[in-house]
């Protein structure tokens, strides 16, 4: 039965046996490599920028051109991250090197032991076996230009394709069934180098102290992945309170804007019965003018009136005459009479 190698005990164990890293870089980078020693937790004294790293497994070839360094990754998959640690390697170079020029190739190699969570500058899931970030420019005919020689690959055996060369396919089926299949895994038969892999994690050929140190581990492990969703969970709850108090700030945005309207309104509507009061004053105010003037005229059609039937009496018409003449009543024409005697 194999051992998972997602354990960080059990990788260091596949990957420090020079057989399989040799065969490995053969089969994953394409060069021959020969390798005296290999080094695990490898970091740089003093610190190359502003981030404390080391990786797993670092091996330096035995004519000092090739430098390779794996990295088993199950959490925090973000790429800028990766890209930081090889580029801090070159750097490290550049820092012993006596010129600006470096006859080394750093190959960094990051084993992703769980599927992908990360997103490409699109937004868009990234689910590739096999990426490979090369420093060596192009020219405009799209045709490599081999200056530096460097490169950044990522594994993962999660996102599998059948369309992945056999070269690359050996290594994550390997990885791929000691994590999911681990009785009965399938493996390249004639892959000497994984093989090999195989029988140094088989667990009837681990020690008592390399199985305590696995369990150990994988204990870390899960801890870690427990802090790690407690931490995702309380992320996403921390996101829920930021759009729930974004939606309050919105719908207090949109009441205030609501009354604004409303204040709008009842503005428009007091504006409105201003006008109809000022309206309403106004007709007022002319039937007013208008009665005025009606009854003035009256008084003054009147005085008209009693001006000419005095002129009449004075004369010594009577009253029939008058009425005829006038066609008002008797009783308005004593009247008149009373008022002028």
Request: avoid cysteine; glycine fraction near 2%; charged fraction near 35%.
């Amino acid at each position: 039965m194999l051992t998972p190698l997602d354990n960080e005990a059990i990788f260091k164990i596949a990957f420090t046996d020079i057989e399989v890293l040799t065969g490995f870089v053969k089969d994953i980078v394409g060069i021959d490599i020969e390798v005296e020693k290999i080094e695990t937790e490898k970091g740089f004294f003093p610190r190359v920028g502003n981030i404390d790293f080391k990786y797993d497994i670092f091996a330096e070839s035995t004519d000092h051109r090739v430098i390779v360094e794996l990295q088993r990754v199950e959490y925090d998959y973000h790429f800028d991250r990766f890209l930081h640690y090889h580029y801090m390697a070159v750097s490290e170079l550049q820092r012993k090197a006596e010129a600006y020029q470096i006859e080394q190739e750093v190959y960094t190699i990051a084993l992703l032991t769980r599927p992908y969570r990360a997103l490409d500058k699109e937004g868009k899931i990234i689910k590739d076996e096999v990426l490979i970030s090369q420093a060596d420019p192009v020219n405009l005919k799209n045709d490599i230009v081999p200056i530096y020689g460097h490169k950044l690959i990522f594994l993962n055996p999660h996102h599998r394709s059948e369309e992945t060369p056999s070269n690359y396919k050996d290594w994550l089926d390997l990885f791929y069934e000691s994590i999911h299949n681990r009785e009965n895994y399938q493996l390249n038969p004639v892959n000497a180098a994984v093989q090999k892999a195989a029988s140094l994690i088989n667990y009837d050929q681990l020690s008592p102290e390399q199985i305590r140190e696995m369990k150990d581990k994988e204990s870390k492990r899960l801890n870690y992945a427990r802090m790690e969703e407690d931490l995702k969970q309380k992320e996403e709850d921390l996101k829920q309170k930021e759009e729930d108090l974004k939606q309050k700030e919105e719908d207090l945005k949109q009441r205030d804007e609501d009354l604004k309207q409303k204040d709008e309104d009842l503005k428009q509507k007091d504006g409105d019965l201003k006008q109809k009061d000022e309206q309403v004053n106004f007709e007022q105010n002319r039937r007013e003018q208008a009665e005025k003037d009606k009854q003035q005229a009256q008084n003054e059609l009147l005085q008209q009136q009693q001006t000419f039937i005095a002129k009449l009496i004075h004369k010594g018409m009577v009253d029939s005459e008058i009425i005829e003449l006038t066609g008002l009543s008797q009783a308005q024409i004593q009247k008149i009479r009373t008022e002028l005697s």
